[in-house]
Nanobody
Framework: QVQLVESGGGVVQAGGSLRLSCADS????????MGWFRQAPGKERWFVAG????????YYADSVKGRFTISRDNANNTLYLQMSSLKPEDTAVYYC????????????????WGQGTQVTVSS
């Protein structure tokens, strides 16, 4: 079973960087493709970035491409999201999620979710 816990959120000025982490306390991390989603107040949860089981394939929302990098460390059951050149519009709660479906950008295809971590970018 996948049990996900995010960390690394906080308050940062526009143009700054943050690295989010998502740790899986289960024993099946490498058996799942992983994704990051975000949800701003009053808005739907949107796909941010995804990564394949081993990490050979990554894919991003257009709004973060070139600024965010998703990666994973299967030996340590951890997923990362390196965020750079942050903008106020990146402010949201960020969630990591796990799926058996490869290359999915659809939240309902991810059955396992963390509790979320708040990222606030000030202008």
């Amino acid at each position: 079973q996948v049990q996900l816990v995010e960390s690394g959120g906080g308050v940062v000025q526009a143009g700054g960087s943050l690295r989010l982490s998502c740790a899986d306390s289960g024993r099946t991390f490498s058996g799942y493709a992983m994704g990051w989603f975000r949800q701003a107040p009053g808005k739907e949860r949107w796909f941010v970035a995804g990564i394949s089981y081993i990490g050979g394939t990554t894919y991003y929302a257009d709004s973060v491409k070139g600024r965010f990098t998703i990666s994973r460390d299967n030996a340590n059951n951890t997923l990362y999201l390196q965020m750079s050149s942050l903008k106020p519009e990146d402010t949201a709660v960020y969630y990591c999620a796990a799926t058996r479906t490869s290359y999915s950008r659809i939240s309902r295809e991810y059955p396992y979710w963390g509790q979320g971590t708040q990222v606030t970018v000030s202008s």
